[in-house]
Every structure is written in C-alpha cells, then in structure tokens.
C-alpha cells in the first residue's frame, strides 16, 4: 500500500460504486414493473438512442466486438489473479475491478435494455386484438403461413436436390438489419439502428449447444447470431435480433417484428423465412391441440395448387430439425433453464413458452 492511502481509497471506491450498480438494478426494475405505462415510451426512446449510438460505435467491424471483449477480460482476469496469488498485486484491489466492470454490464444491460420487457404490448400499439382462439381458427392461421410459404419455397436459391443453398452471411446480416426501415414509416415503433446483424465467430458454437440460435447483447448494442444457422431460419433469426435492438424485448414480440419485417422486405429470401417460421409456428400449435388435423391439412395442402411447394416447406422443416438435433445435449438443457429463469425475472410468466405465444399475434394479423 502507498503512503498516502490512494491505493485503498480507489479499491473502496471501485466497491462502493459496484454496490450502487448493483443495487440501482432490482430497484429500477421494481419501479417499471409498478410505473411502466406512465414510464414508457420515453424510456423506449431513450434506450433506443443509447442503443443506436453503441450500435454505430460497434458497427465499425462485422464481427460482434463484445464476442472477442468477453475473451480478452476472462483472460486479464486470470492473470492478473495469478499475480495477485504470486505476490505481486492486492486481491482486494483485484476483486474491487471485476466487481466494477461485472455491475457495470449488468446496469447497462439493466438501464440501458432490459426494462423494455416492462412496455406496453406491442399488439396494443399495432391495433391488433389479441384474445382465446378456436381451433378453426389455428387451422386456418396454419394453412394461410402454409399457402404463403409454399407460394414463395420454388422461388428460393436451391441446389440440384431441393435443399436451401447456403447464403452469404454477411450480405444477409446487411439486409436484416435495415429490414425495418420500411416499417418505420408507418409505425415509429419499428424505428432504430439499421447496423447489421454481427457474426458471432466465437460465441456461436456454444450458443447453438446451449439451445440458442441468437443473441442480443445490449451493453455493445450488437445484434449477433452464429454462422451455423440453419439457411431456412437465418433470416427470421437475424430479424429476431435485430427488434431486440430496437426496444422490443418480449420473445413473442421480437418473433412476430421478425414475421412483419421478413414479410415486407424485397428479398424473397427474408419474406420466405418470416412465413416458413410463421407457419412452423402455427403447425406446431395445431400439432399440439389437434394432431389429426394438423397431419390432415399438410396432406390436403400437398395435394393442392401449392403441393410443389409444400413439400419444399416440410424438406426444409426437416432439414432444420435435423441441423439443430447435432447440438443436443446436456448442455442445452441447463442454457434453457438459465434463459427461462432470465425471462421470468422480468415479468414474462411463461418462461421460454413465450417463444411460442407468437402464435395468437400471427393469427390476430391474418384476421384482420
């Protein structure tokens, strides 16, 4: 220790504040969980400034930064431990750093993102009447996702045996990540950063093991997905992502901004992987509450005008299943429980379900 005491009085201080961070994020999200509709959409547009400022900061580069960050401050952690262990440096003041850049992430994380998971839904501010439906209702849902995809299947770049061919990531990530810009237009909710989605080099086999095929990581402001996604779902994906960036944190909403901006963009590889999850999703649903039918109105569909490309659909369908079954495991388990309890910490009740409640937001918008 010096002799004048900096030393002591800069690792209290580091202590001290990260006992501040820390503390301000059970608090902040106590207040938006009580206030969020008086809250709200100031903060939305807060967030979406503090984000699209991170985003362009980072958008120098393709890759996601924080991807590589993340590498470079376990590995300055590690050894400045052992330096710290060997004599040569205060565990205190070690310990006070790691906690002032851990409570740093998550406070930006926290203030800067999160609390959008306490906004208004989004079908409210859409004009769309969420409610119970009948099974007719998904049946029908279903078949119109169906039609759609089935319509669009022939016109995709396939190779000789009917498979989707692998598309330039990186071109994509460009398209995905304006794909909202047209939206905006019409609904300032849909305004944000148009940077492009980030490859996740690094990051990105783990997470596909984990069960994840995407992530938005708010403290760089970086929408990141593997490279190894599946062709049919990449586009959908790096949607996904992107409506994170834009204040939508709700699962089932950021799916269903995935289906509006997939749906509206000029490529026809963007429009088919919004209406093939749209359906997957639908069919999925219907499996689950009517089987019968669900098998019942994949047979009357390939027997229709469309059954060419019903049968592209359900290659792909299986084909997607098939990619993501190579990254089973245990360890895909204890990421959902990890992703389930994230969720319910910030109001969404059913966990990793609310991946699927997208459905009820399709069917309300093929109604009306």
């Known amino acids: 220790m010096r002799a004048d005491g900096k030393t002591d009085r800069g690792t209290g201080a580091r202590l001290a504040v990260s006992a501040v961070l820390l503390a301000a994020c059970p608090a902040l999200m106590a ?10 959409p100031a903060y939305r547009n807060l967030s979406k400034a503090w ?6 900061l980072t958008g120098m580069v393709p890759f996601a930064l924080w991807d590589f960050l993340v590498v470079a401050l376990v590995v300055a952690a590690v050894v400045t431990l052992v330096r710290c262990l060997c004599g040569r ?4 003041a070690w310990l006070s750093w790691v906690a002032l850049v851990g409570a740093w992430t ?75 810009a047209g939206l905006a237009q019409g609904q300032p909710i849909f305004a944000g950063s148009t940077r492009p989605v980030k490859a996740l080099l690094l990051y990105g086999e783990p ?29 959908f994906i790096m949607c996904h992502e992107a409506a994170h960036r834009l204040g939508l944190a709700g699962e ?8 509006l901006a997939c749906s509206s963009s000029d490529d026809v ?3 088919y992987s919004g209406s093939y ?45 098939e990619a993501y079954d190579a990254y089973e495991g245990t360890f895909e388990k204890v990421g959902a429980t990890v992703n389930d309890t994230y969720l319910k910490s910030f109001g969404e009740s059913s966990g990793v379900r609310s991946y699927g409640l997208v459905v009820d937001l399709l069917i309300a918008w093929q109604q009306q």
Do not use: M
């Open 89 to 92: 440096g205060r565990l205190l």
């Open 51 to 56: 984000l699209d400022l991170l985003a362009t």
């Open 269 to 271: 590889r963007l429009r």
């Open 31 to 40: 207040l938006f969980s009580r206030w969020g509709d008086v809250l709200f």
């Open 106 to 180: 998550l406070f930006s994380f926290v203030a800067g993102w999160a609390l959008n998971h306490y906004a208004p839904p989004l079908a409210g501010e859409l004009g769309l009447e969420v409610r119970e439906y009948s099974t007719d209702e998904l049946v029908a849902a279903t078949e119109h996702y169906l039609r759609e995809a089935a319509s669009l299947a022939p016109e995709v770049p396939r190779n000789g045996d009917g498979s989707l061919t692998e598309q330039d990531f990186y071109e994509l990530a460009r398209i995905a990540g304006a794909s909202y």
């Open 277 to 321: 999850n749209a359906f997957v999703y639908c069919w999925n649903a219907l499996y689950a509450a009517d089987g019968e039918r669900a098998v019942q109105l994949l047979q009357d569909a390939a027997e229709g005008d469309v059954g060419e490309g019903v049968a592209l659909v359900w290659a792909d369908r299986l084909a997607t299943h």
């Open 207 to 235: 997470l596909l093991y984990s069960g994840h095929t995407g992530i938005f990581w708010a403290p760089t402001g970086e929408s990141g997905v593997p490279l190894n996604d599946p062709p049919a779902d990449l586009p």
């Open 252 to 259: 089932q909403e950021a799916n269903f901004a995935a289906y």
